[in-house]
């Protein structure tokens, strides 16, 4: 169900969809919301992250996620609050108090 936002810092001038990113361990309510986004005709790429950490690793561009550039940053990120691993909360702490994502629009 996950896309993966395409990287491509070369060229700015291409025209993406801006991606959201959904922060949600329960599949039900990962499709739910999935579900409610395209039936708003929002057609946007969504990145679906599982758990806190996964979450943190996707955003700083760490463990499995270095390929990424900090540059492709989402433009909204669904977080839910009651995550494994790492709780919502302390994305959001994370998120909020790095110069580099405290700008993107969350939701929780």
């Not at 492709?72 to 790095?98: A, C, F, M, T, Y």
């Amino acid at each position: 169900m996950s896309e993966q936002p395409i990287d491509q810092p070369n060229d700015p001038s291409l025209k993406q969809p801006i991606s959201i990113v959904l922060i949600e361990d329960n599949p039900t309510d990962a499709e739910l919301t999935i579900r409610a986004l395209r039936r708003g005709r929002i057609g946007n790429n969504i990145q679906l992250l599982q758990d806190g950490a996964e979450a943190l690793d996707f955003l700083f561009c760490r463990g499995e996620y270095t390929h990424r550039s900090m540059r492709n940053q989402p433009k909204v990120i669904l977080l839910d609050l009651k995550l494994p691993r790492v709780s919502g909360l302390e994305v959001l702490r994370e998120l909020k108090s790095d110069p580099r994502t405290q700008m993107i629009q969350l939701w929780c």
